[in-house]
């Protein structure tokens, strides 16, 4: 009798420690900018509309994320990147980000301008 195993379709991404832990990235996809950048994580704010019903209007709100910033990419802050959502990696930590898309010296992004 020969076991068969299921293929998946999920990223795998390495995390930081030494192990090679790897985290398998699923569920909701953002992209965003780099707000703060720490060590092992970095802070990405993106805008998205929300309704008032009470006034019947669109307003804008900004979220701000938490994602564990894998070894093998490096950014910077301001950089615009894709984060993926994954199991809770610490207390605040429940994104991974997966690629960085434009560098903040490509774009002309004056809200970043160095």
């Known amino acids: 009798m020969v076991k068969q195993t299921k293929k998946t379709d999920k990223k795998e991404i390495y995390s930081h420690h030494s192990k090679k832990e790897i985290v398998s990235a699923r569920g909701r ?37 938490h994602a564990r910033l894998p070894s093998n990419i490096s950014v910077d802050v301001g950089d615009y990147v894709k984060i993926r959502e994954c199991r809770p990696l610490s207390k605040i930590i429940n994104f991974i980000l997966i690629e960085k898309i434009r560098s903040v010296n490509e774009g002309e992004n004056k809200k970043w301008k160095q």
């Open 29 to 65: 996809v953002f992209e965003g900018y780099v707000t703060k950048k720490f060590p092992h994580r970095v802070v990405v704010e993106f805008e998205r509309t929300a309704y008032l019903k009470k006034y019947e209007r669109f307003y804008k709100k900004k979220t701000r994320l």
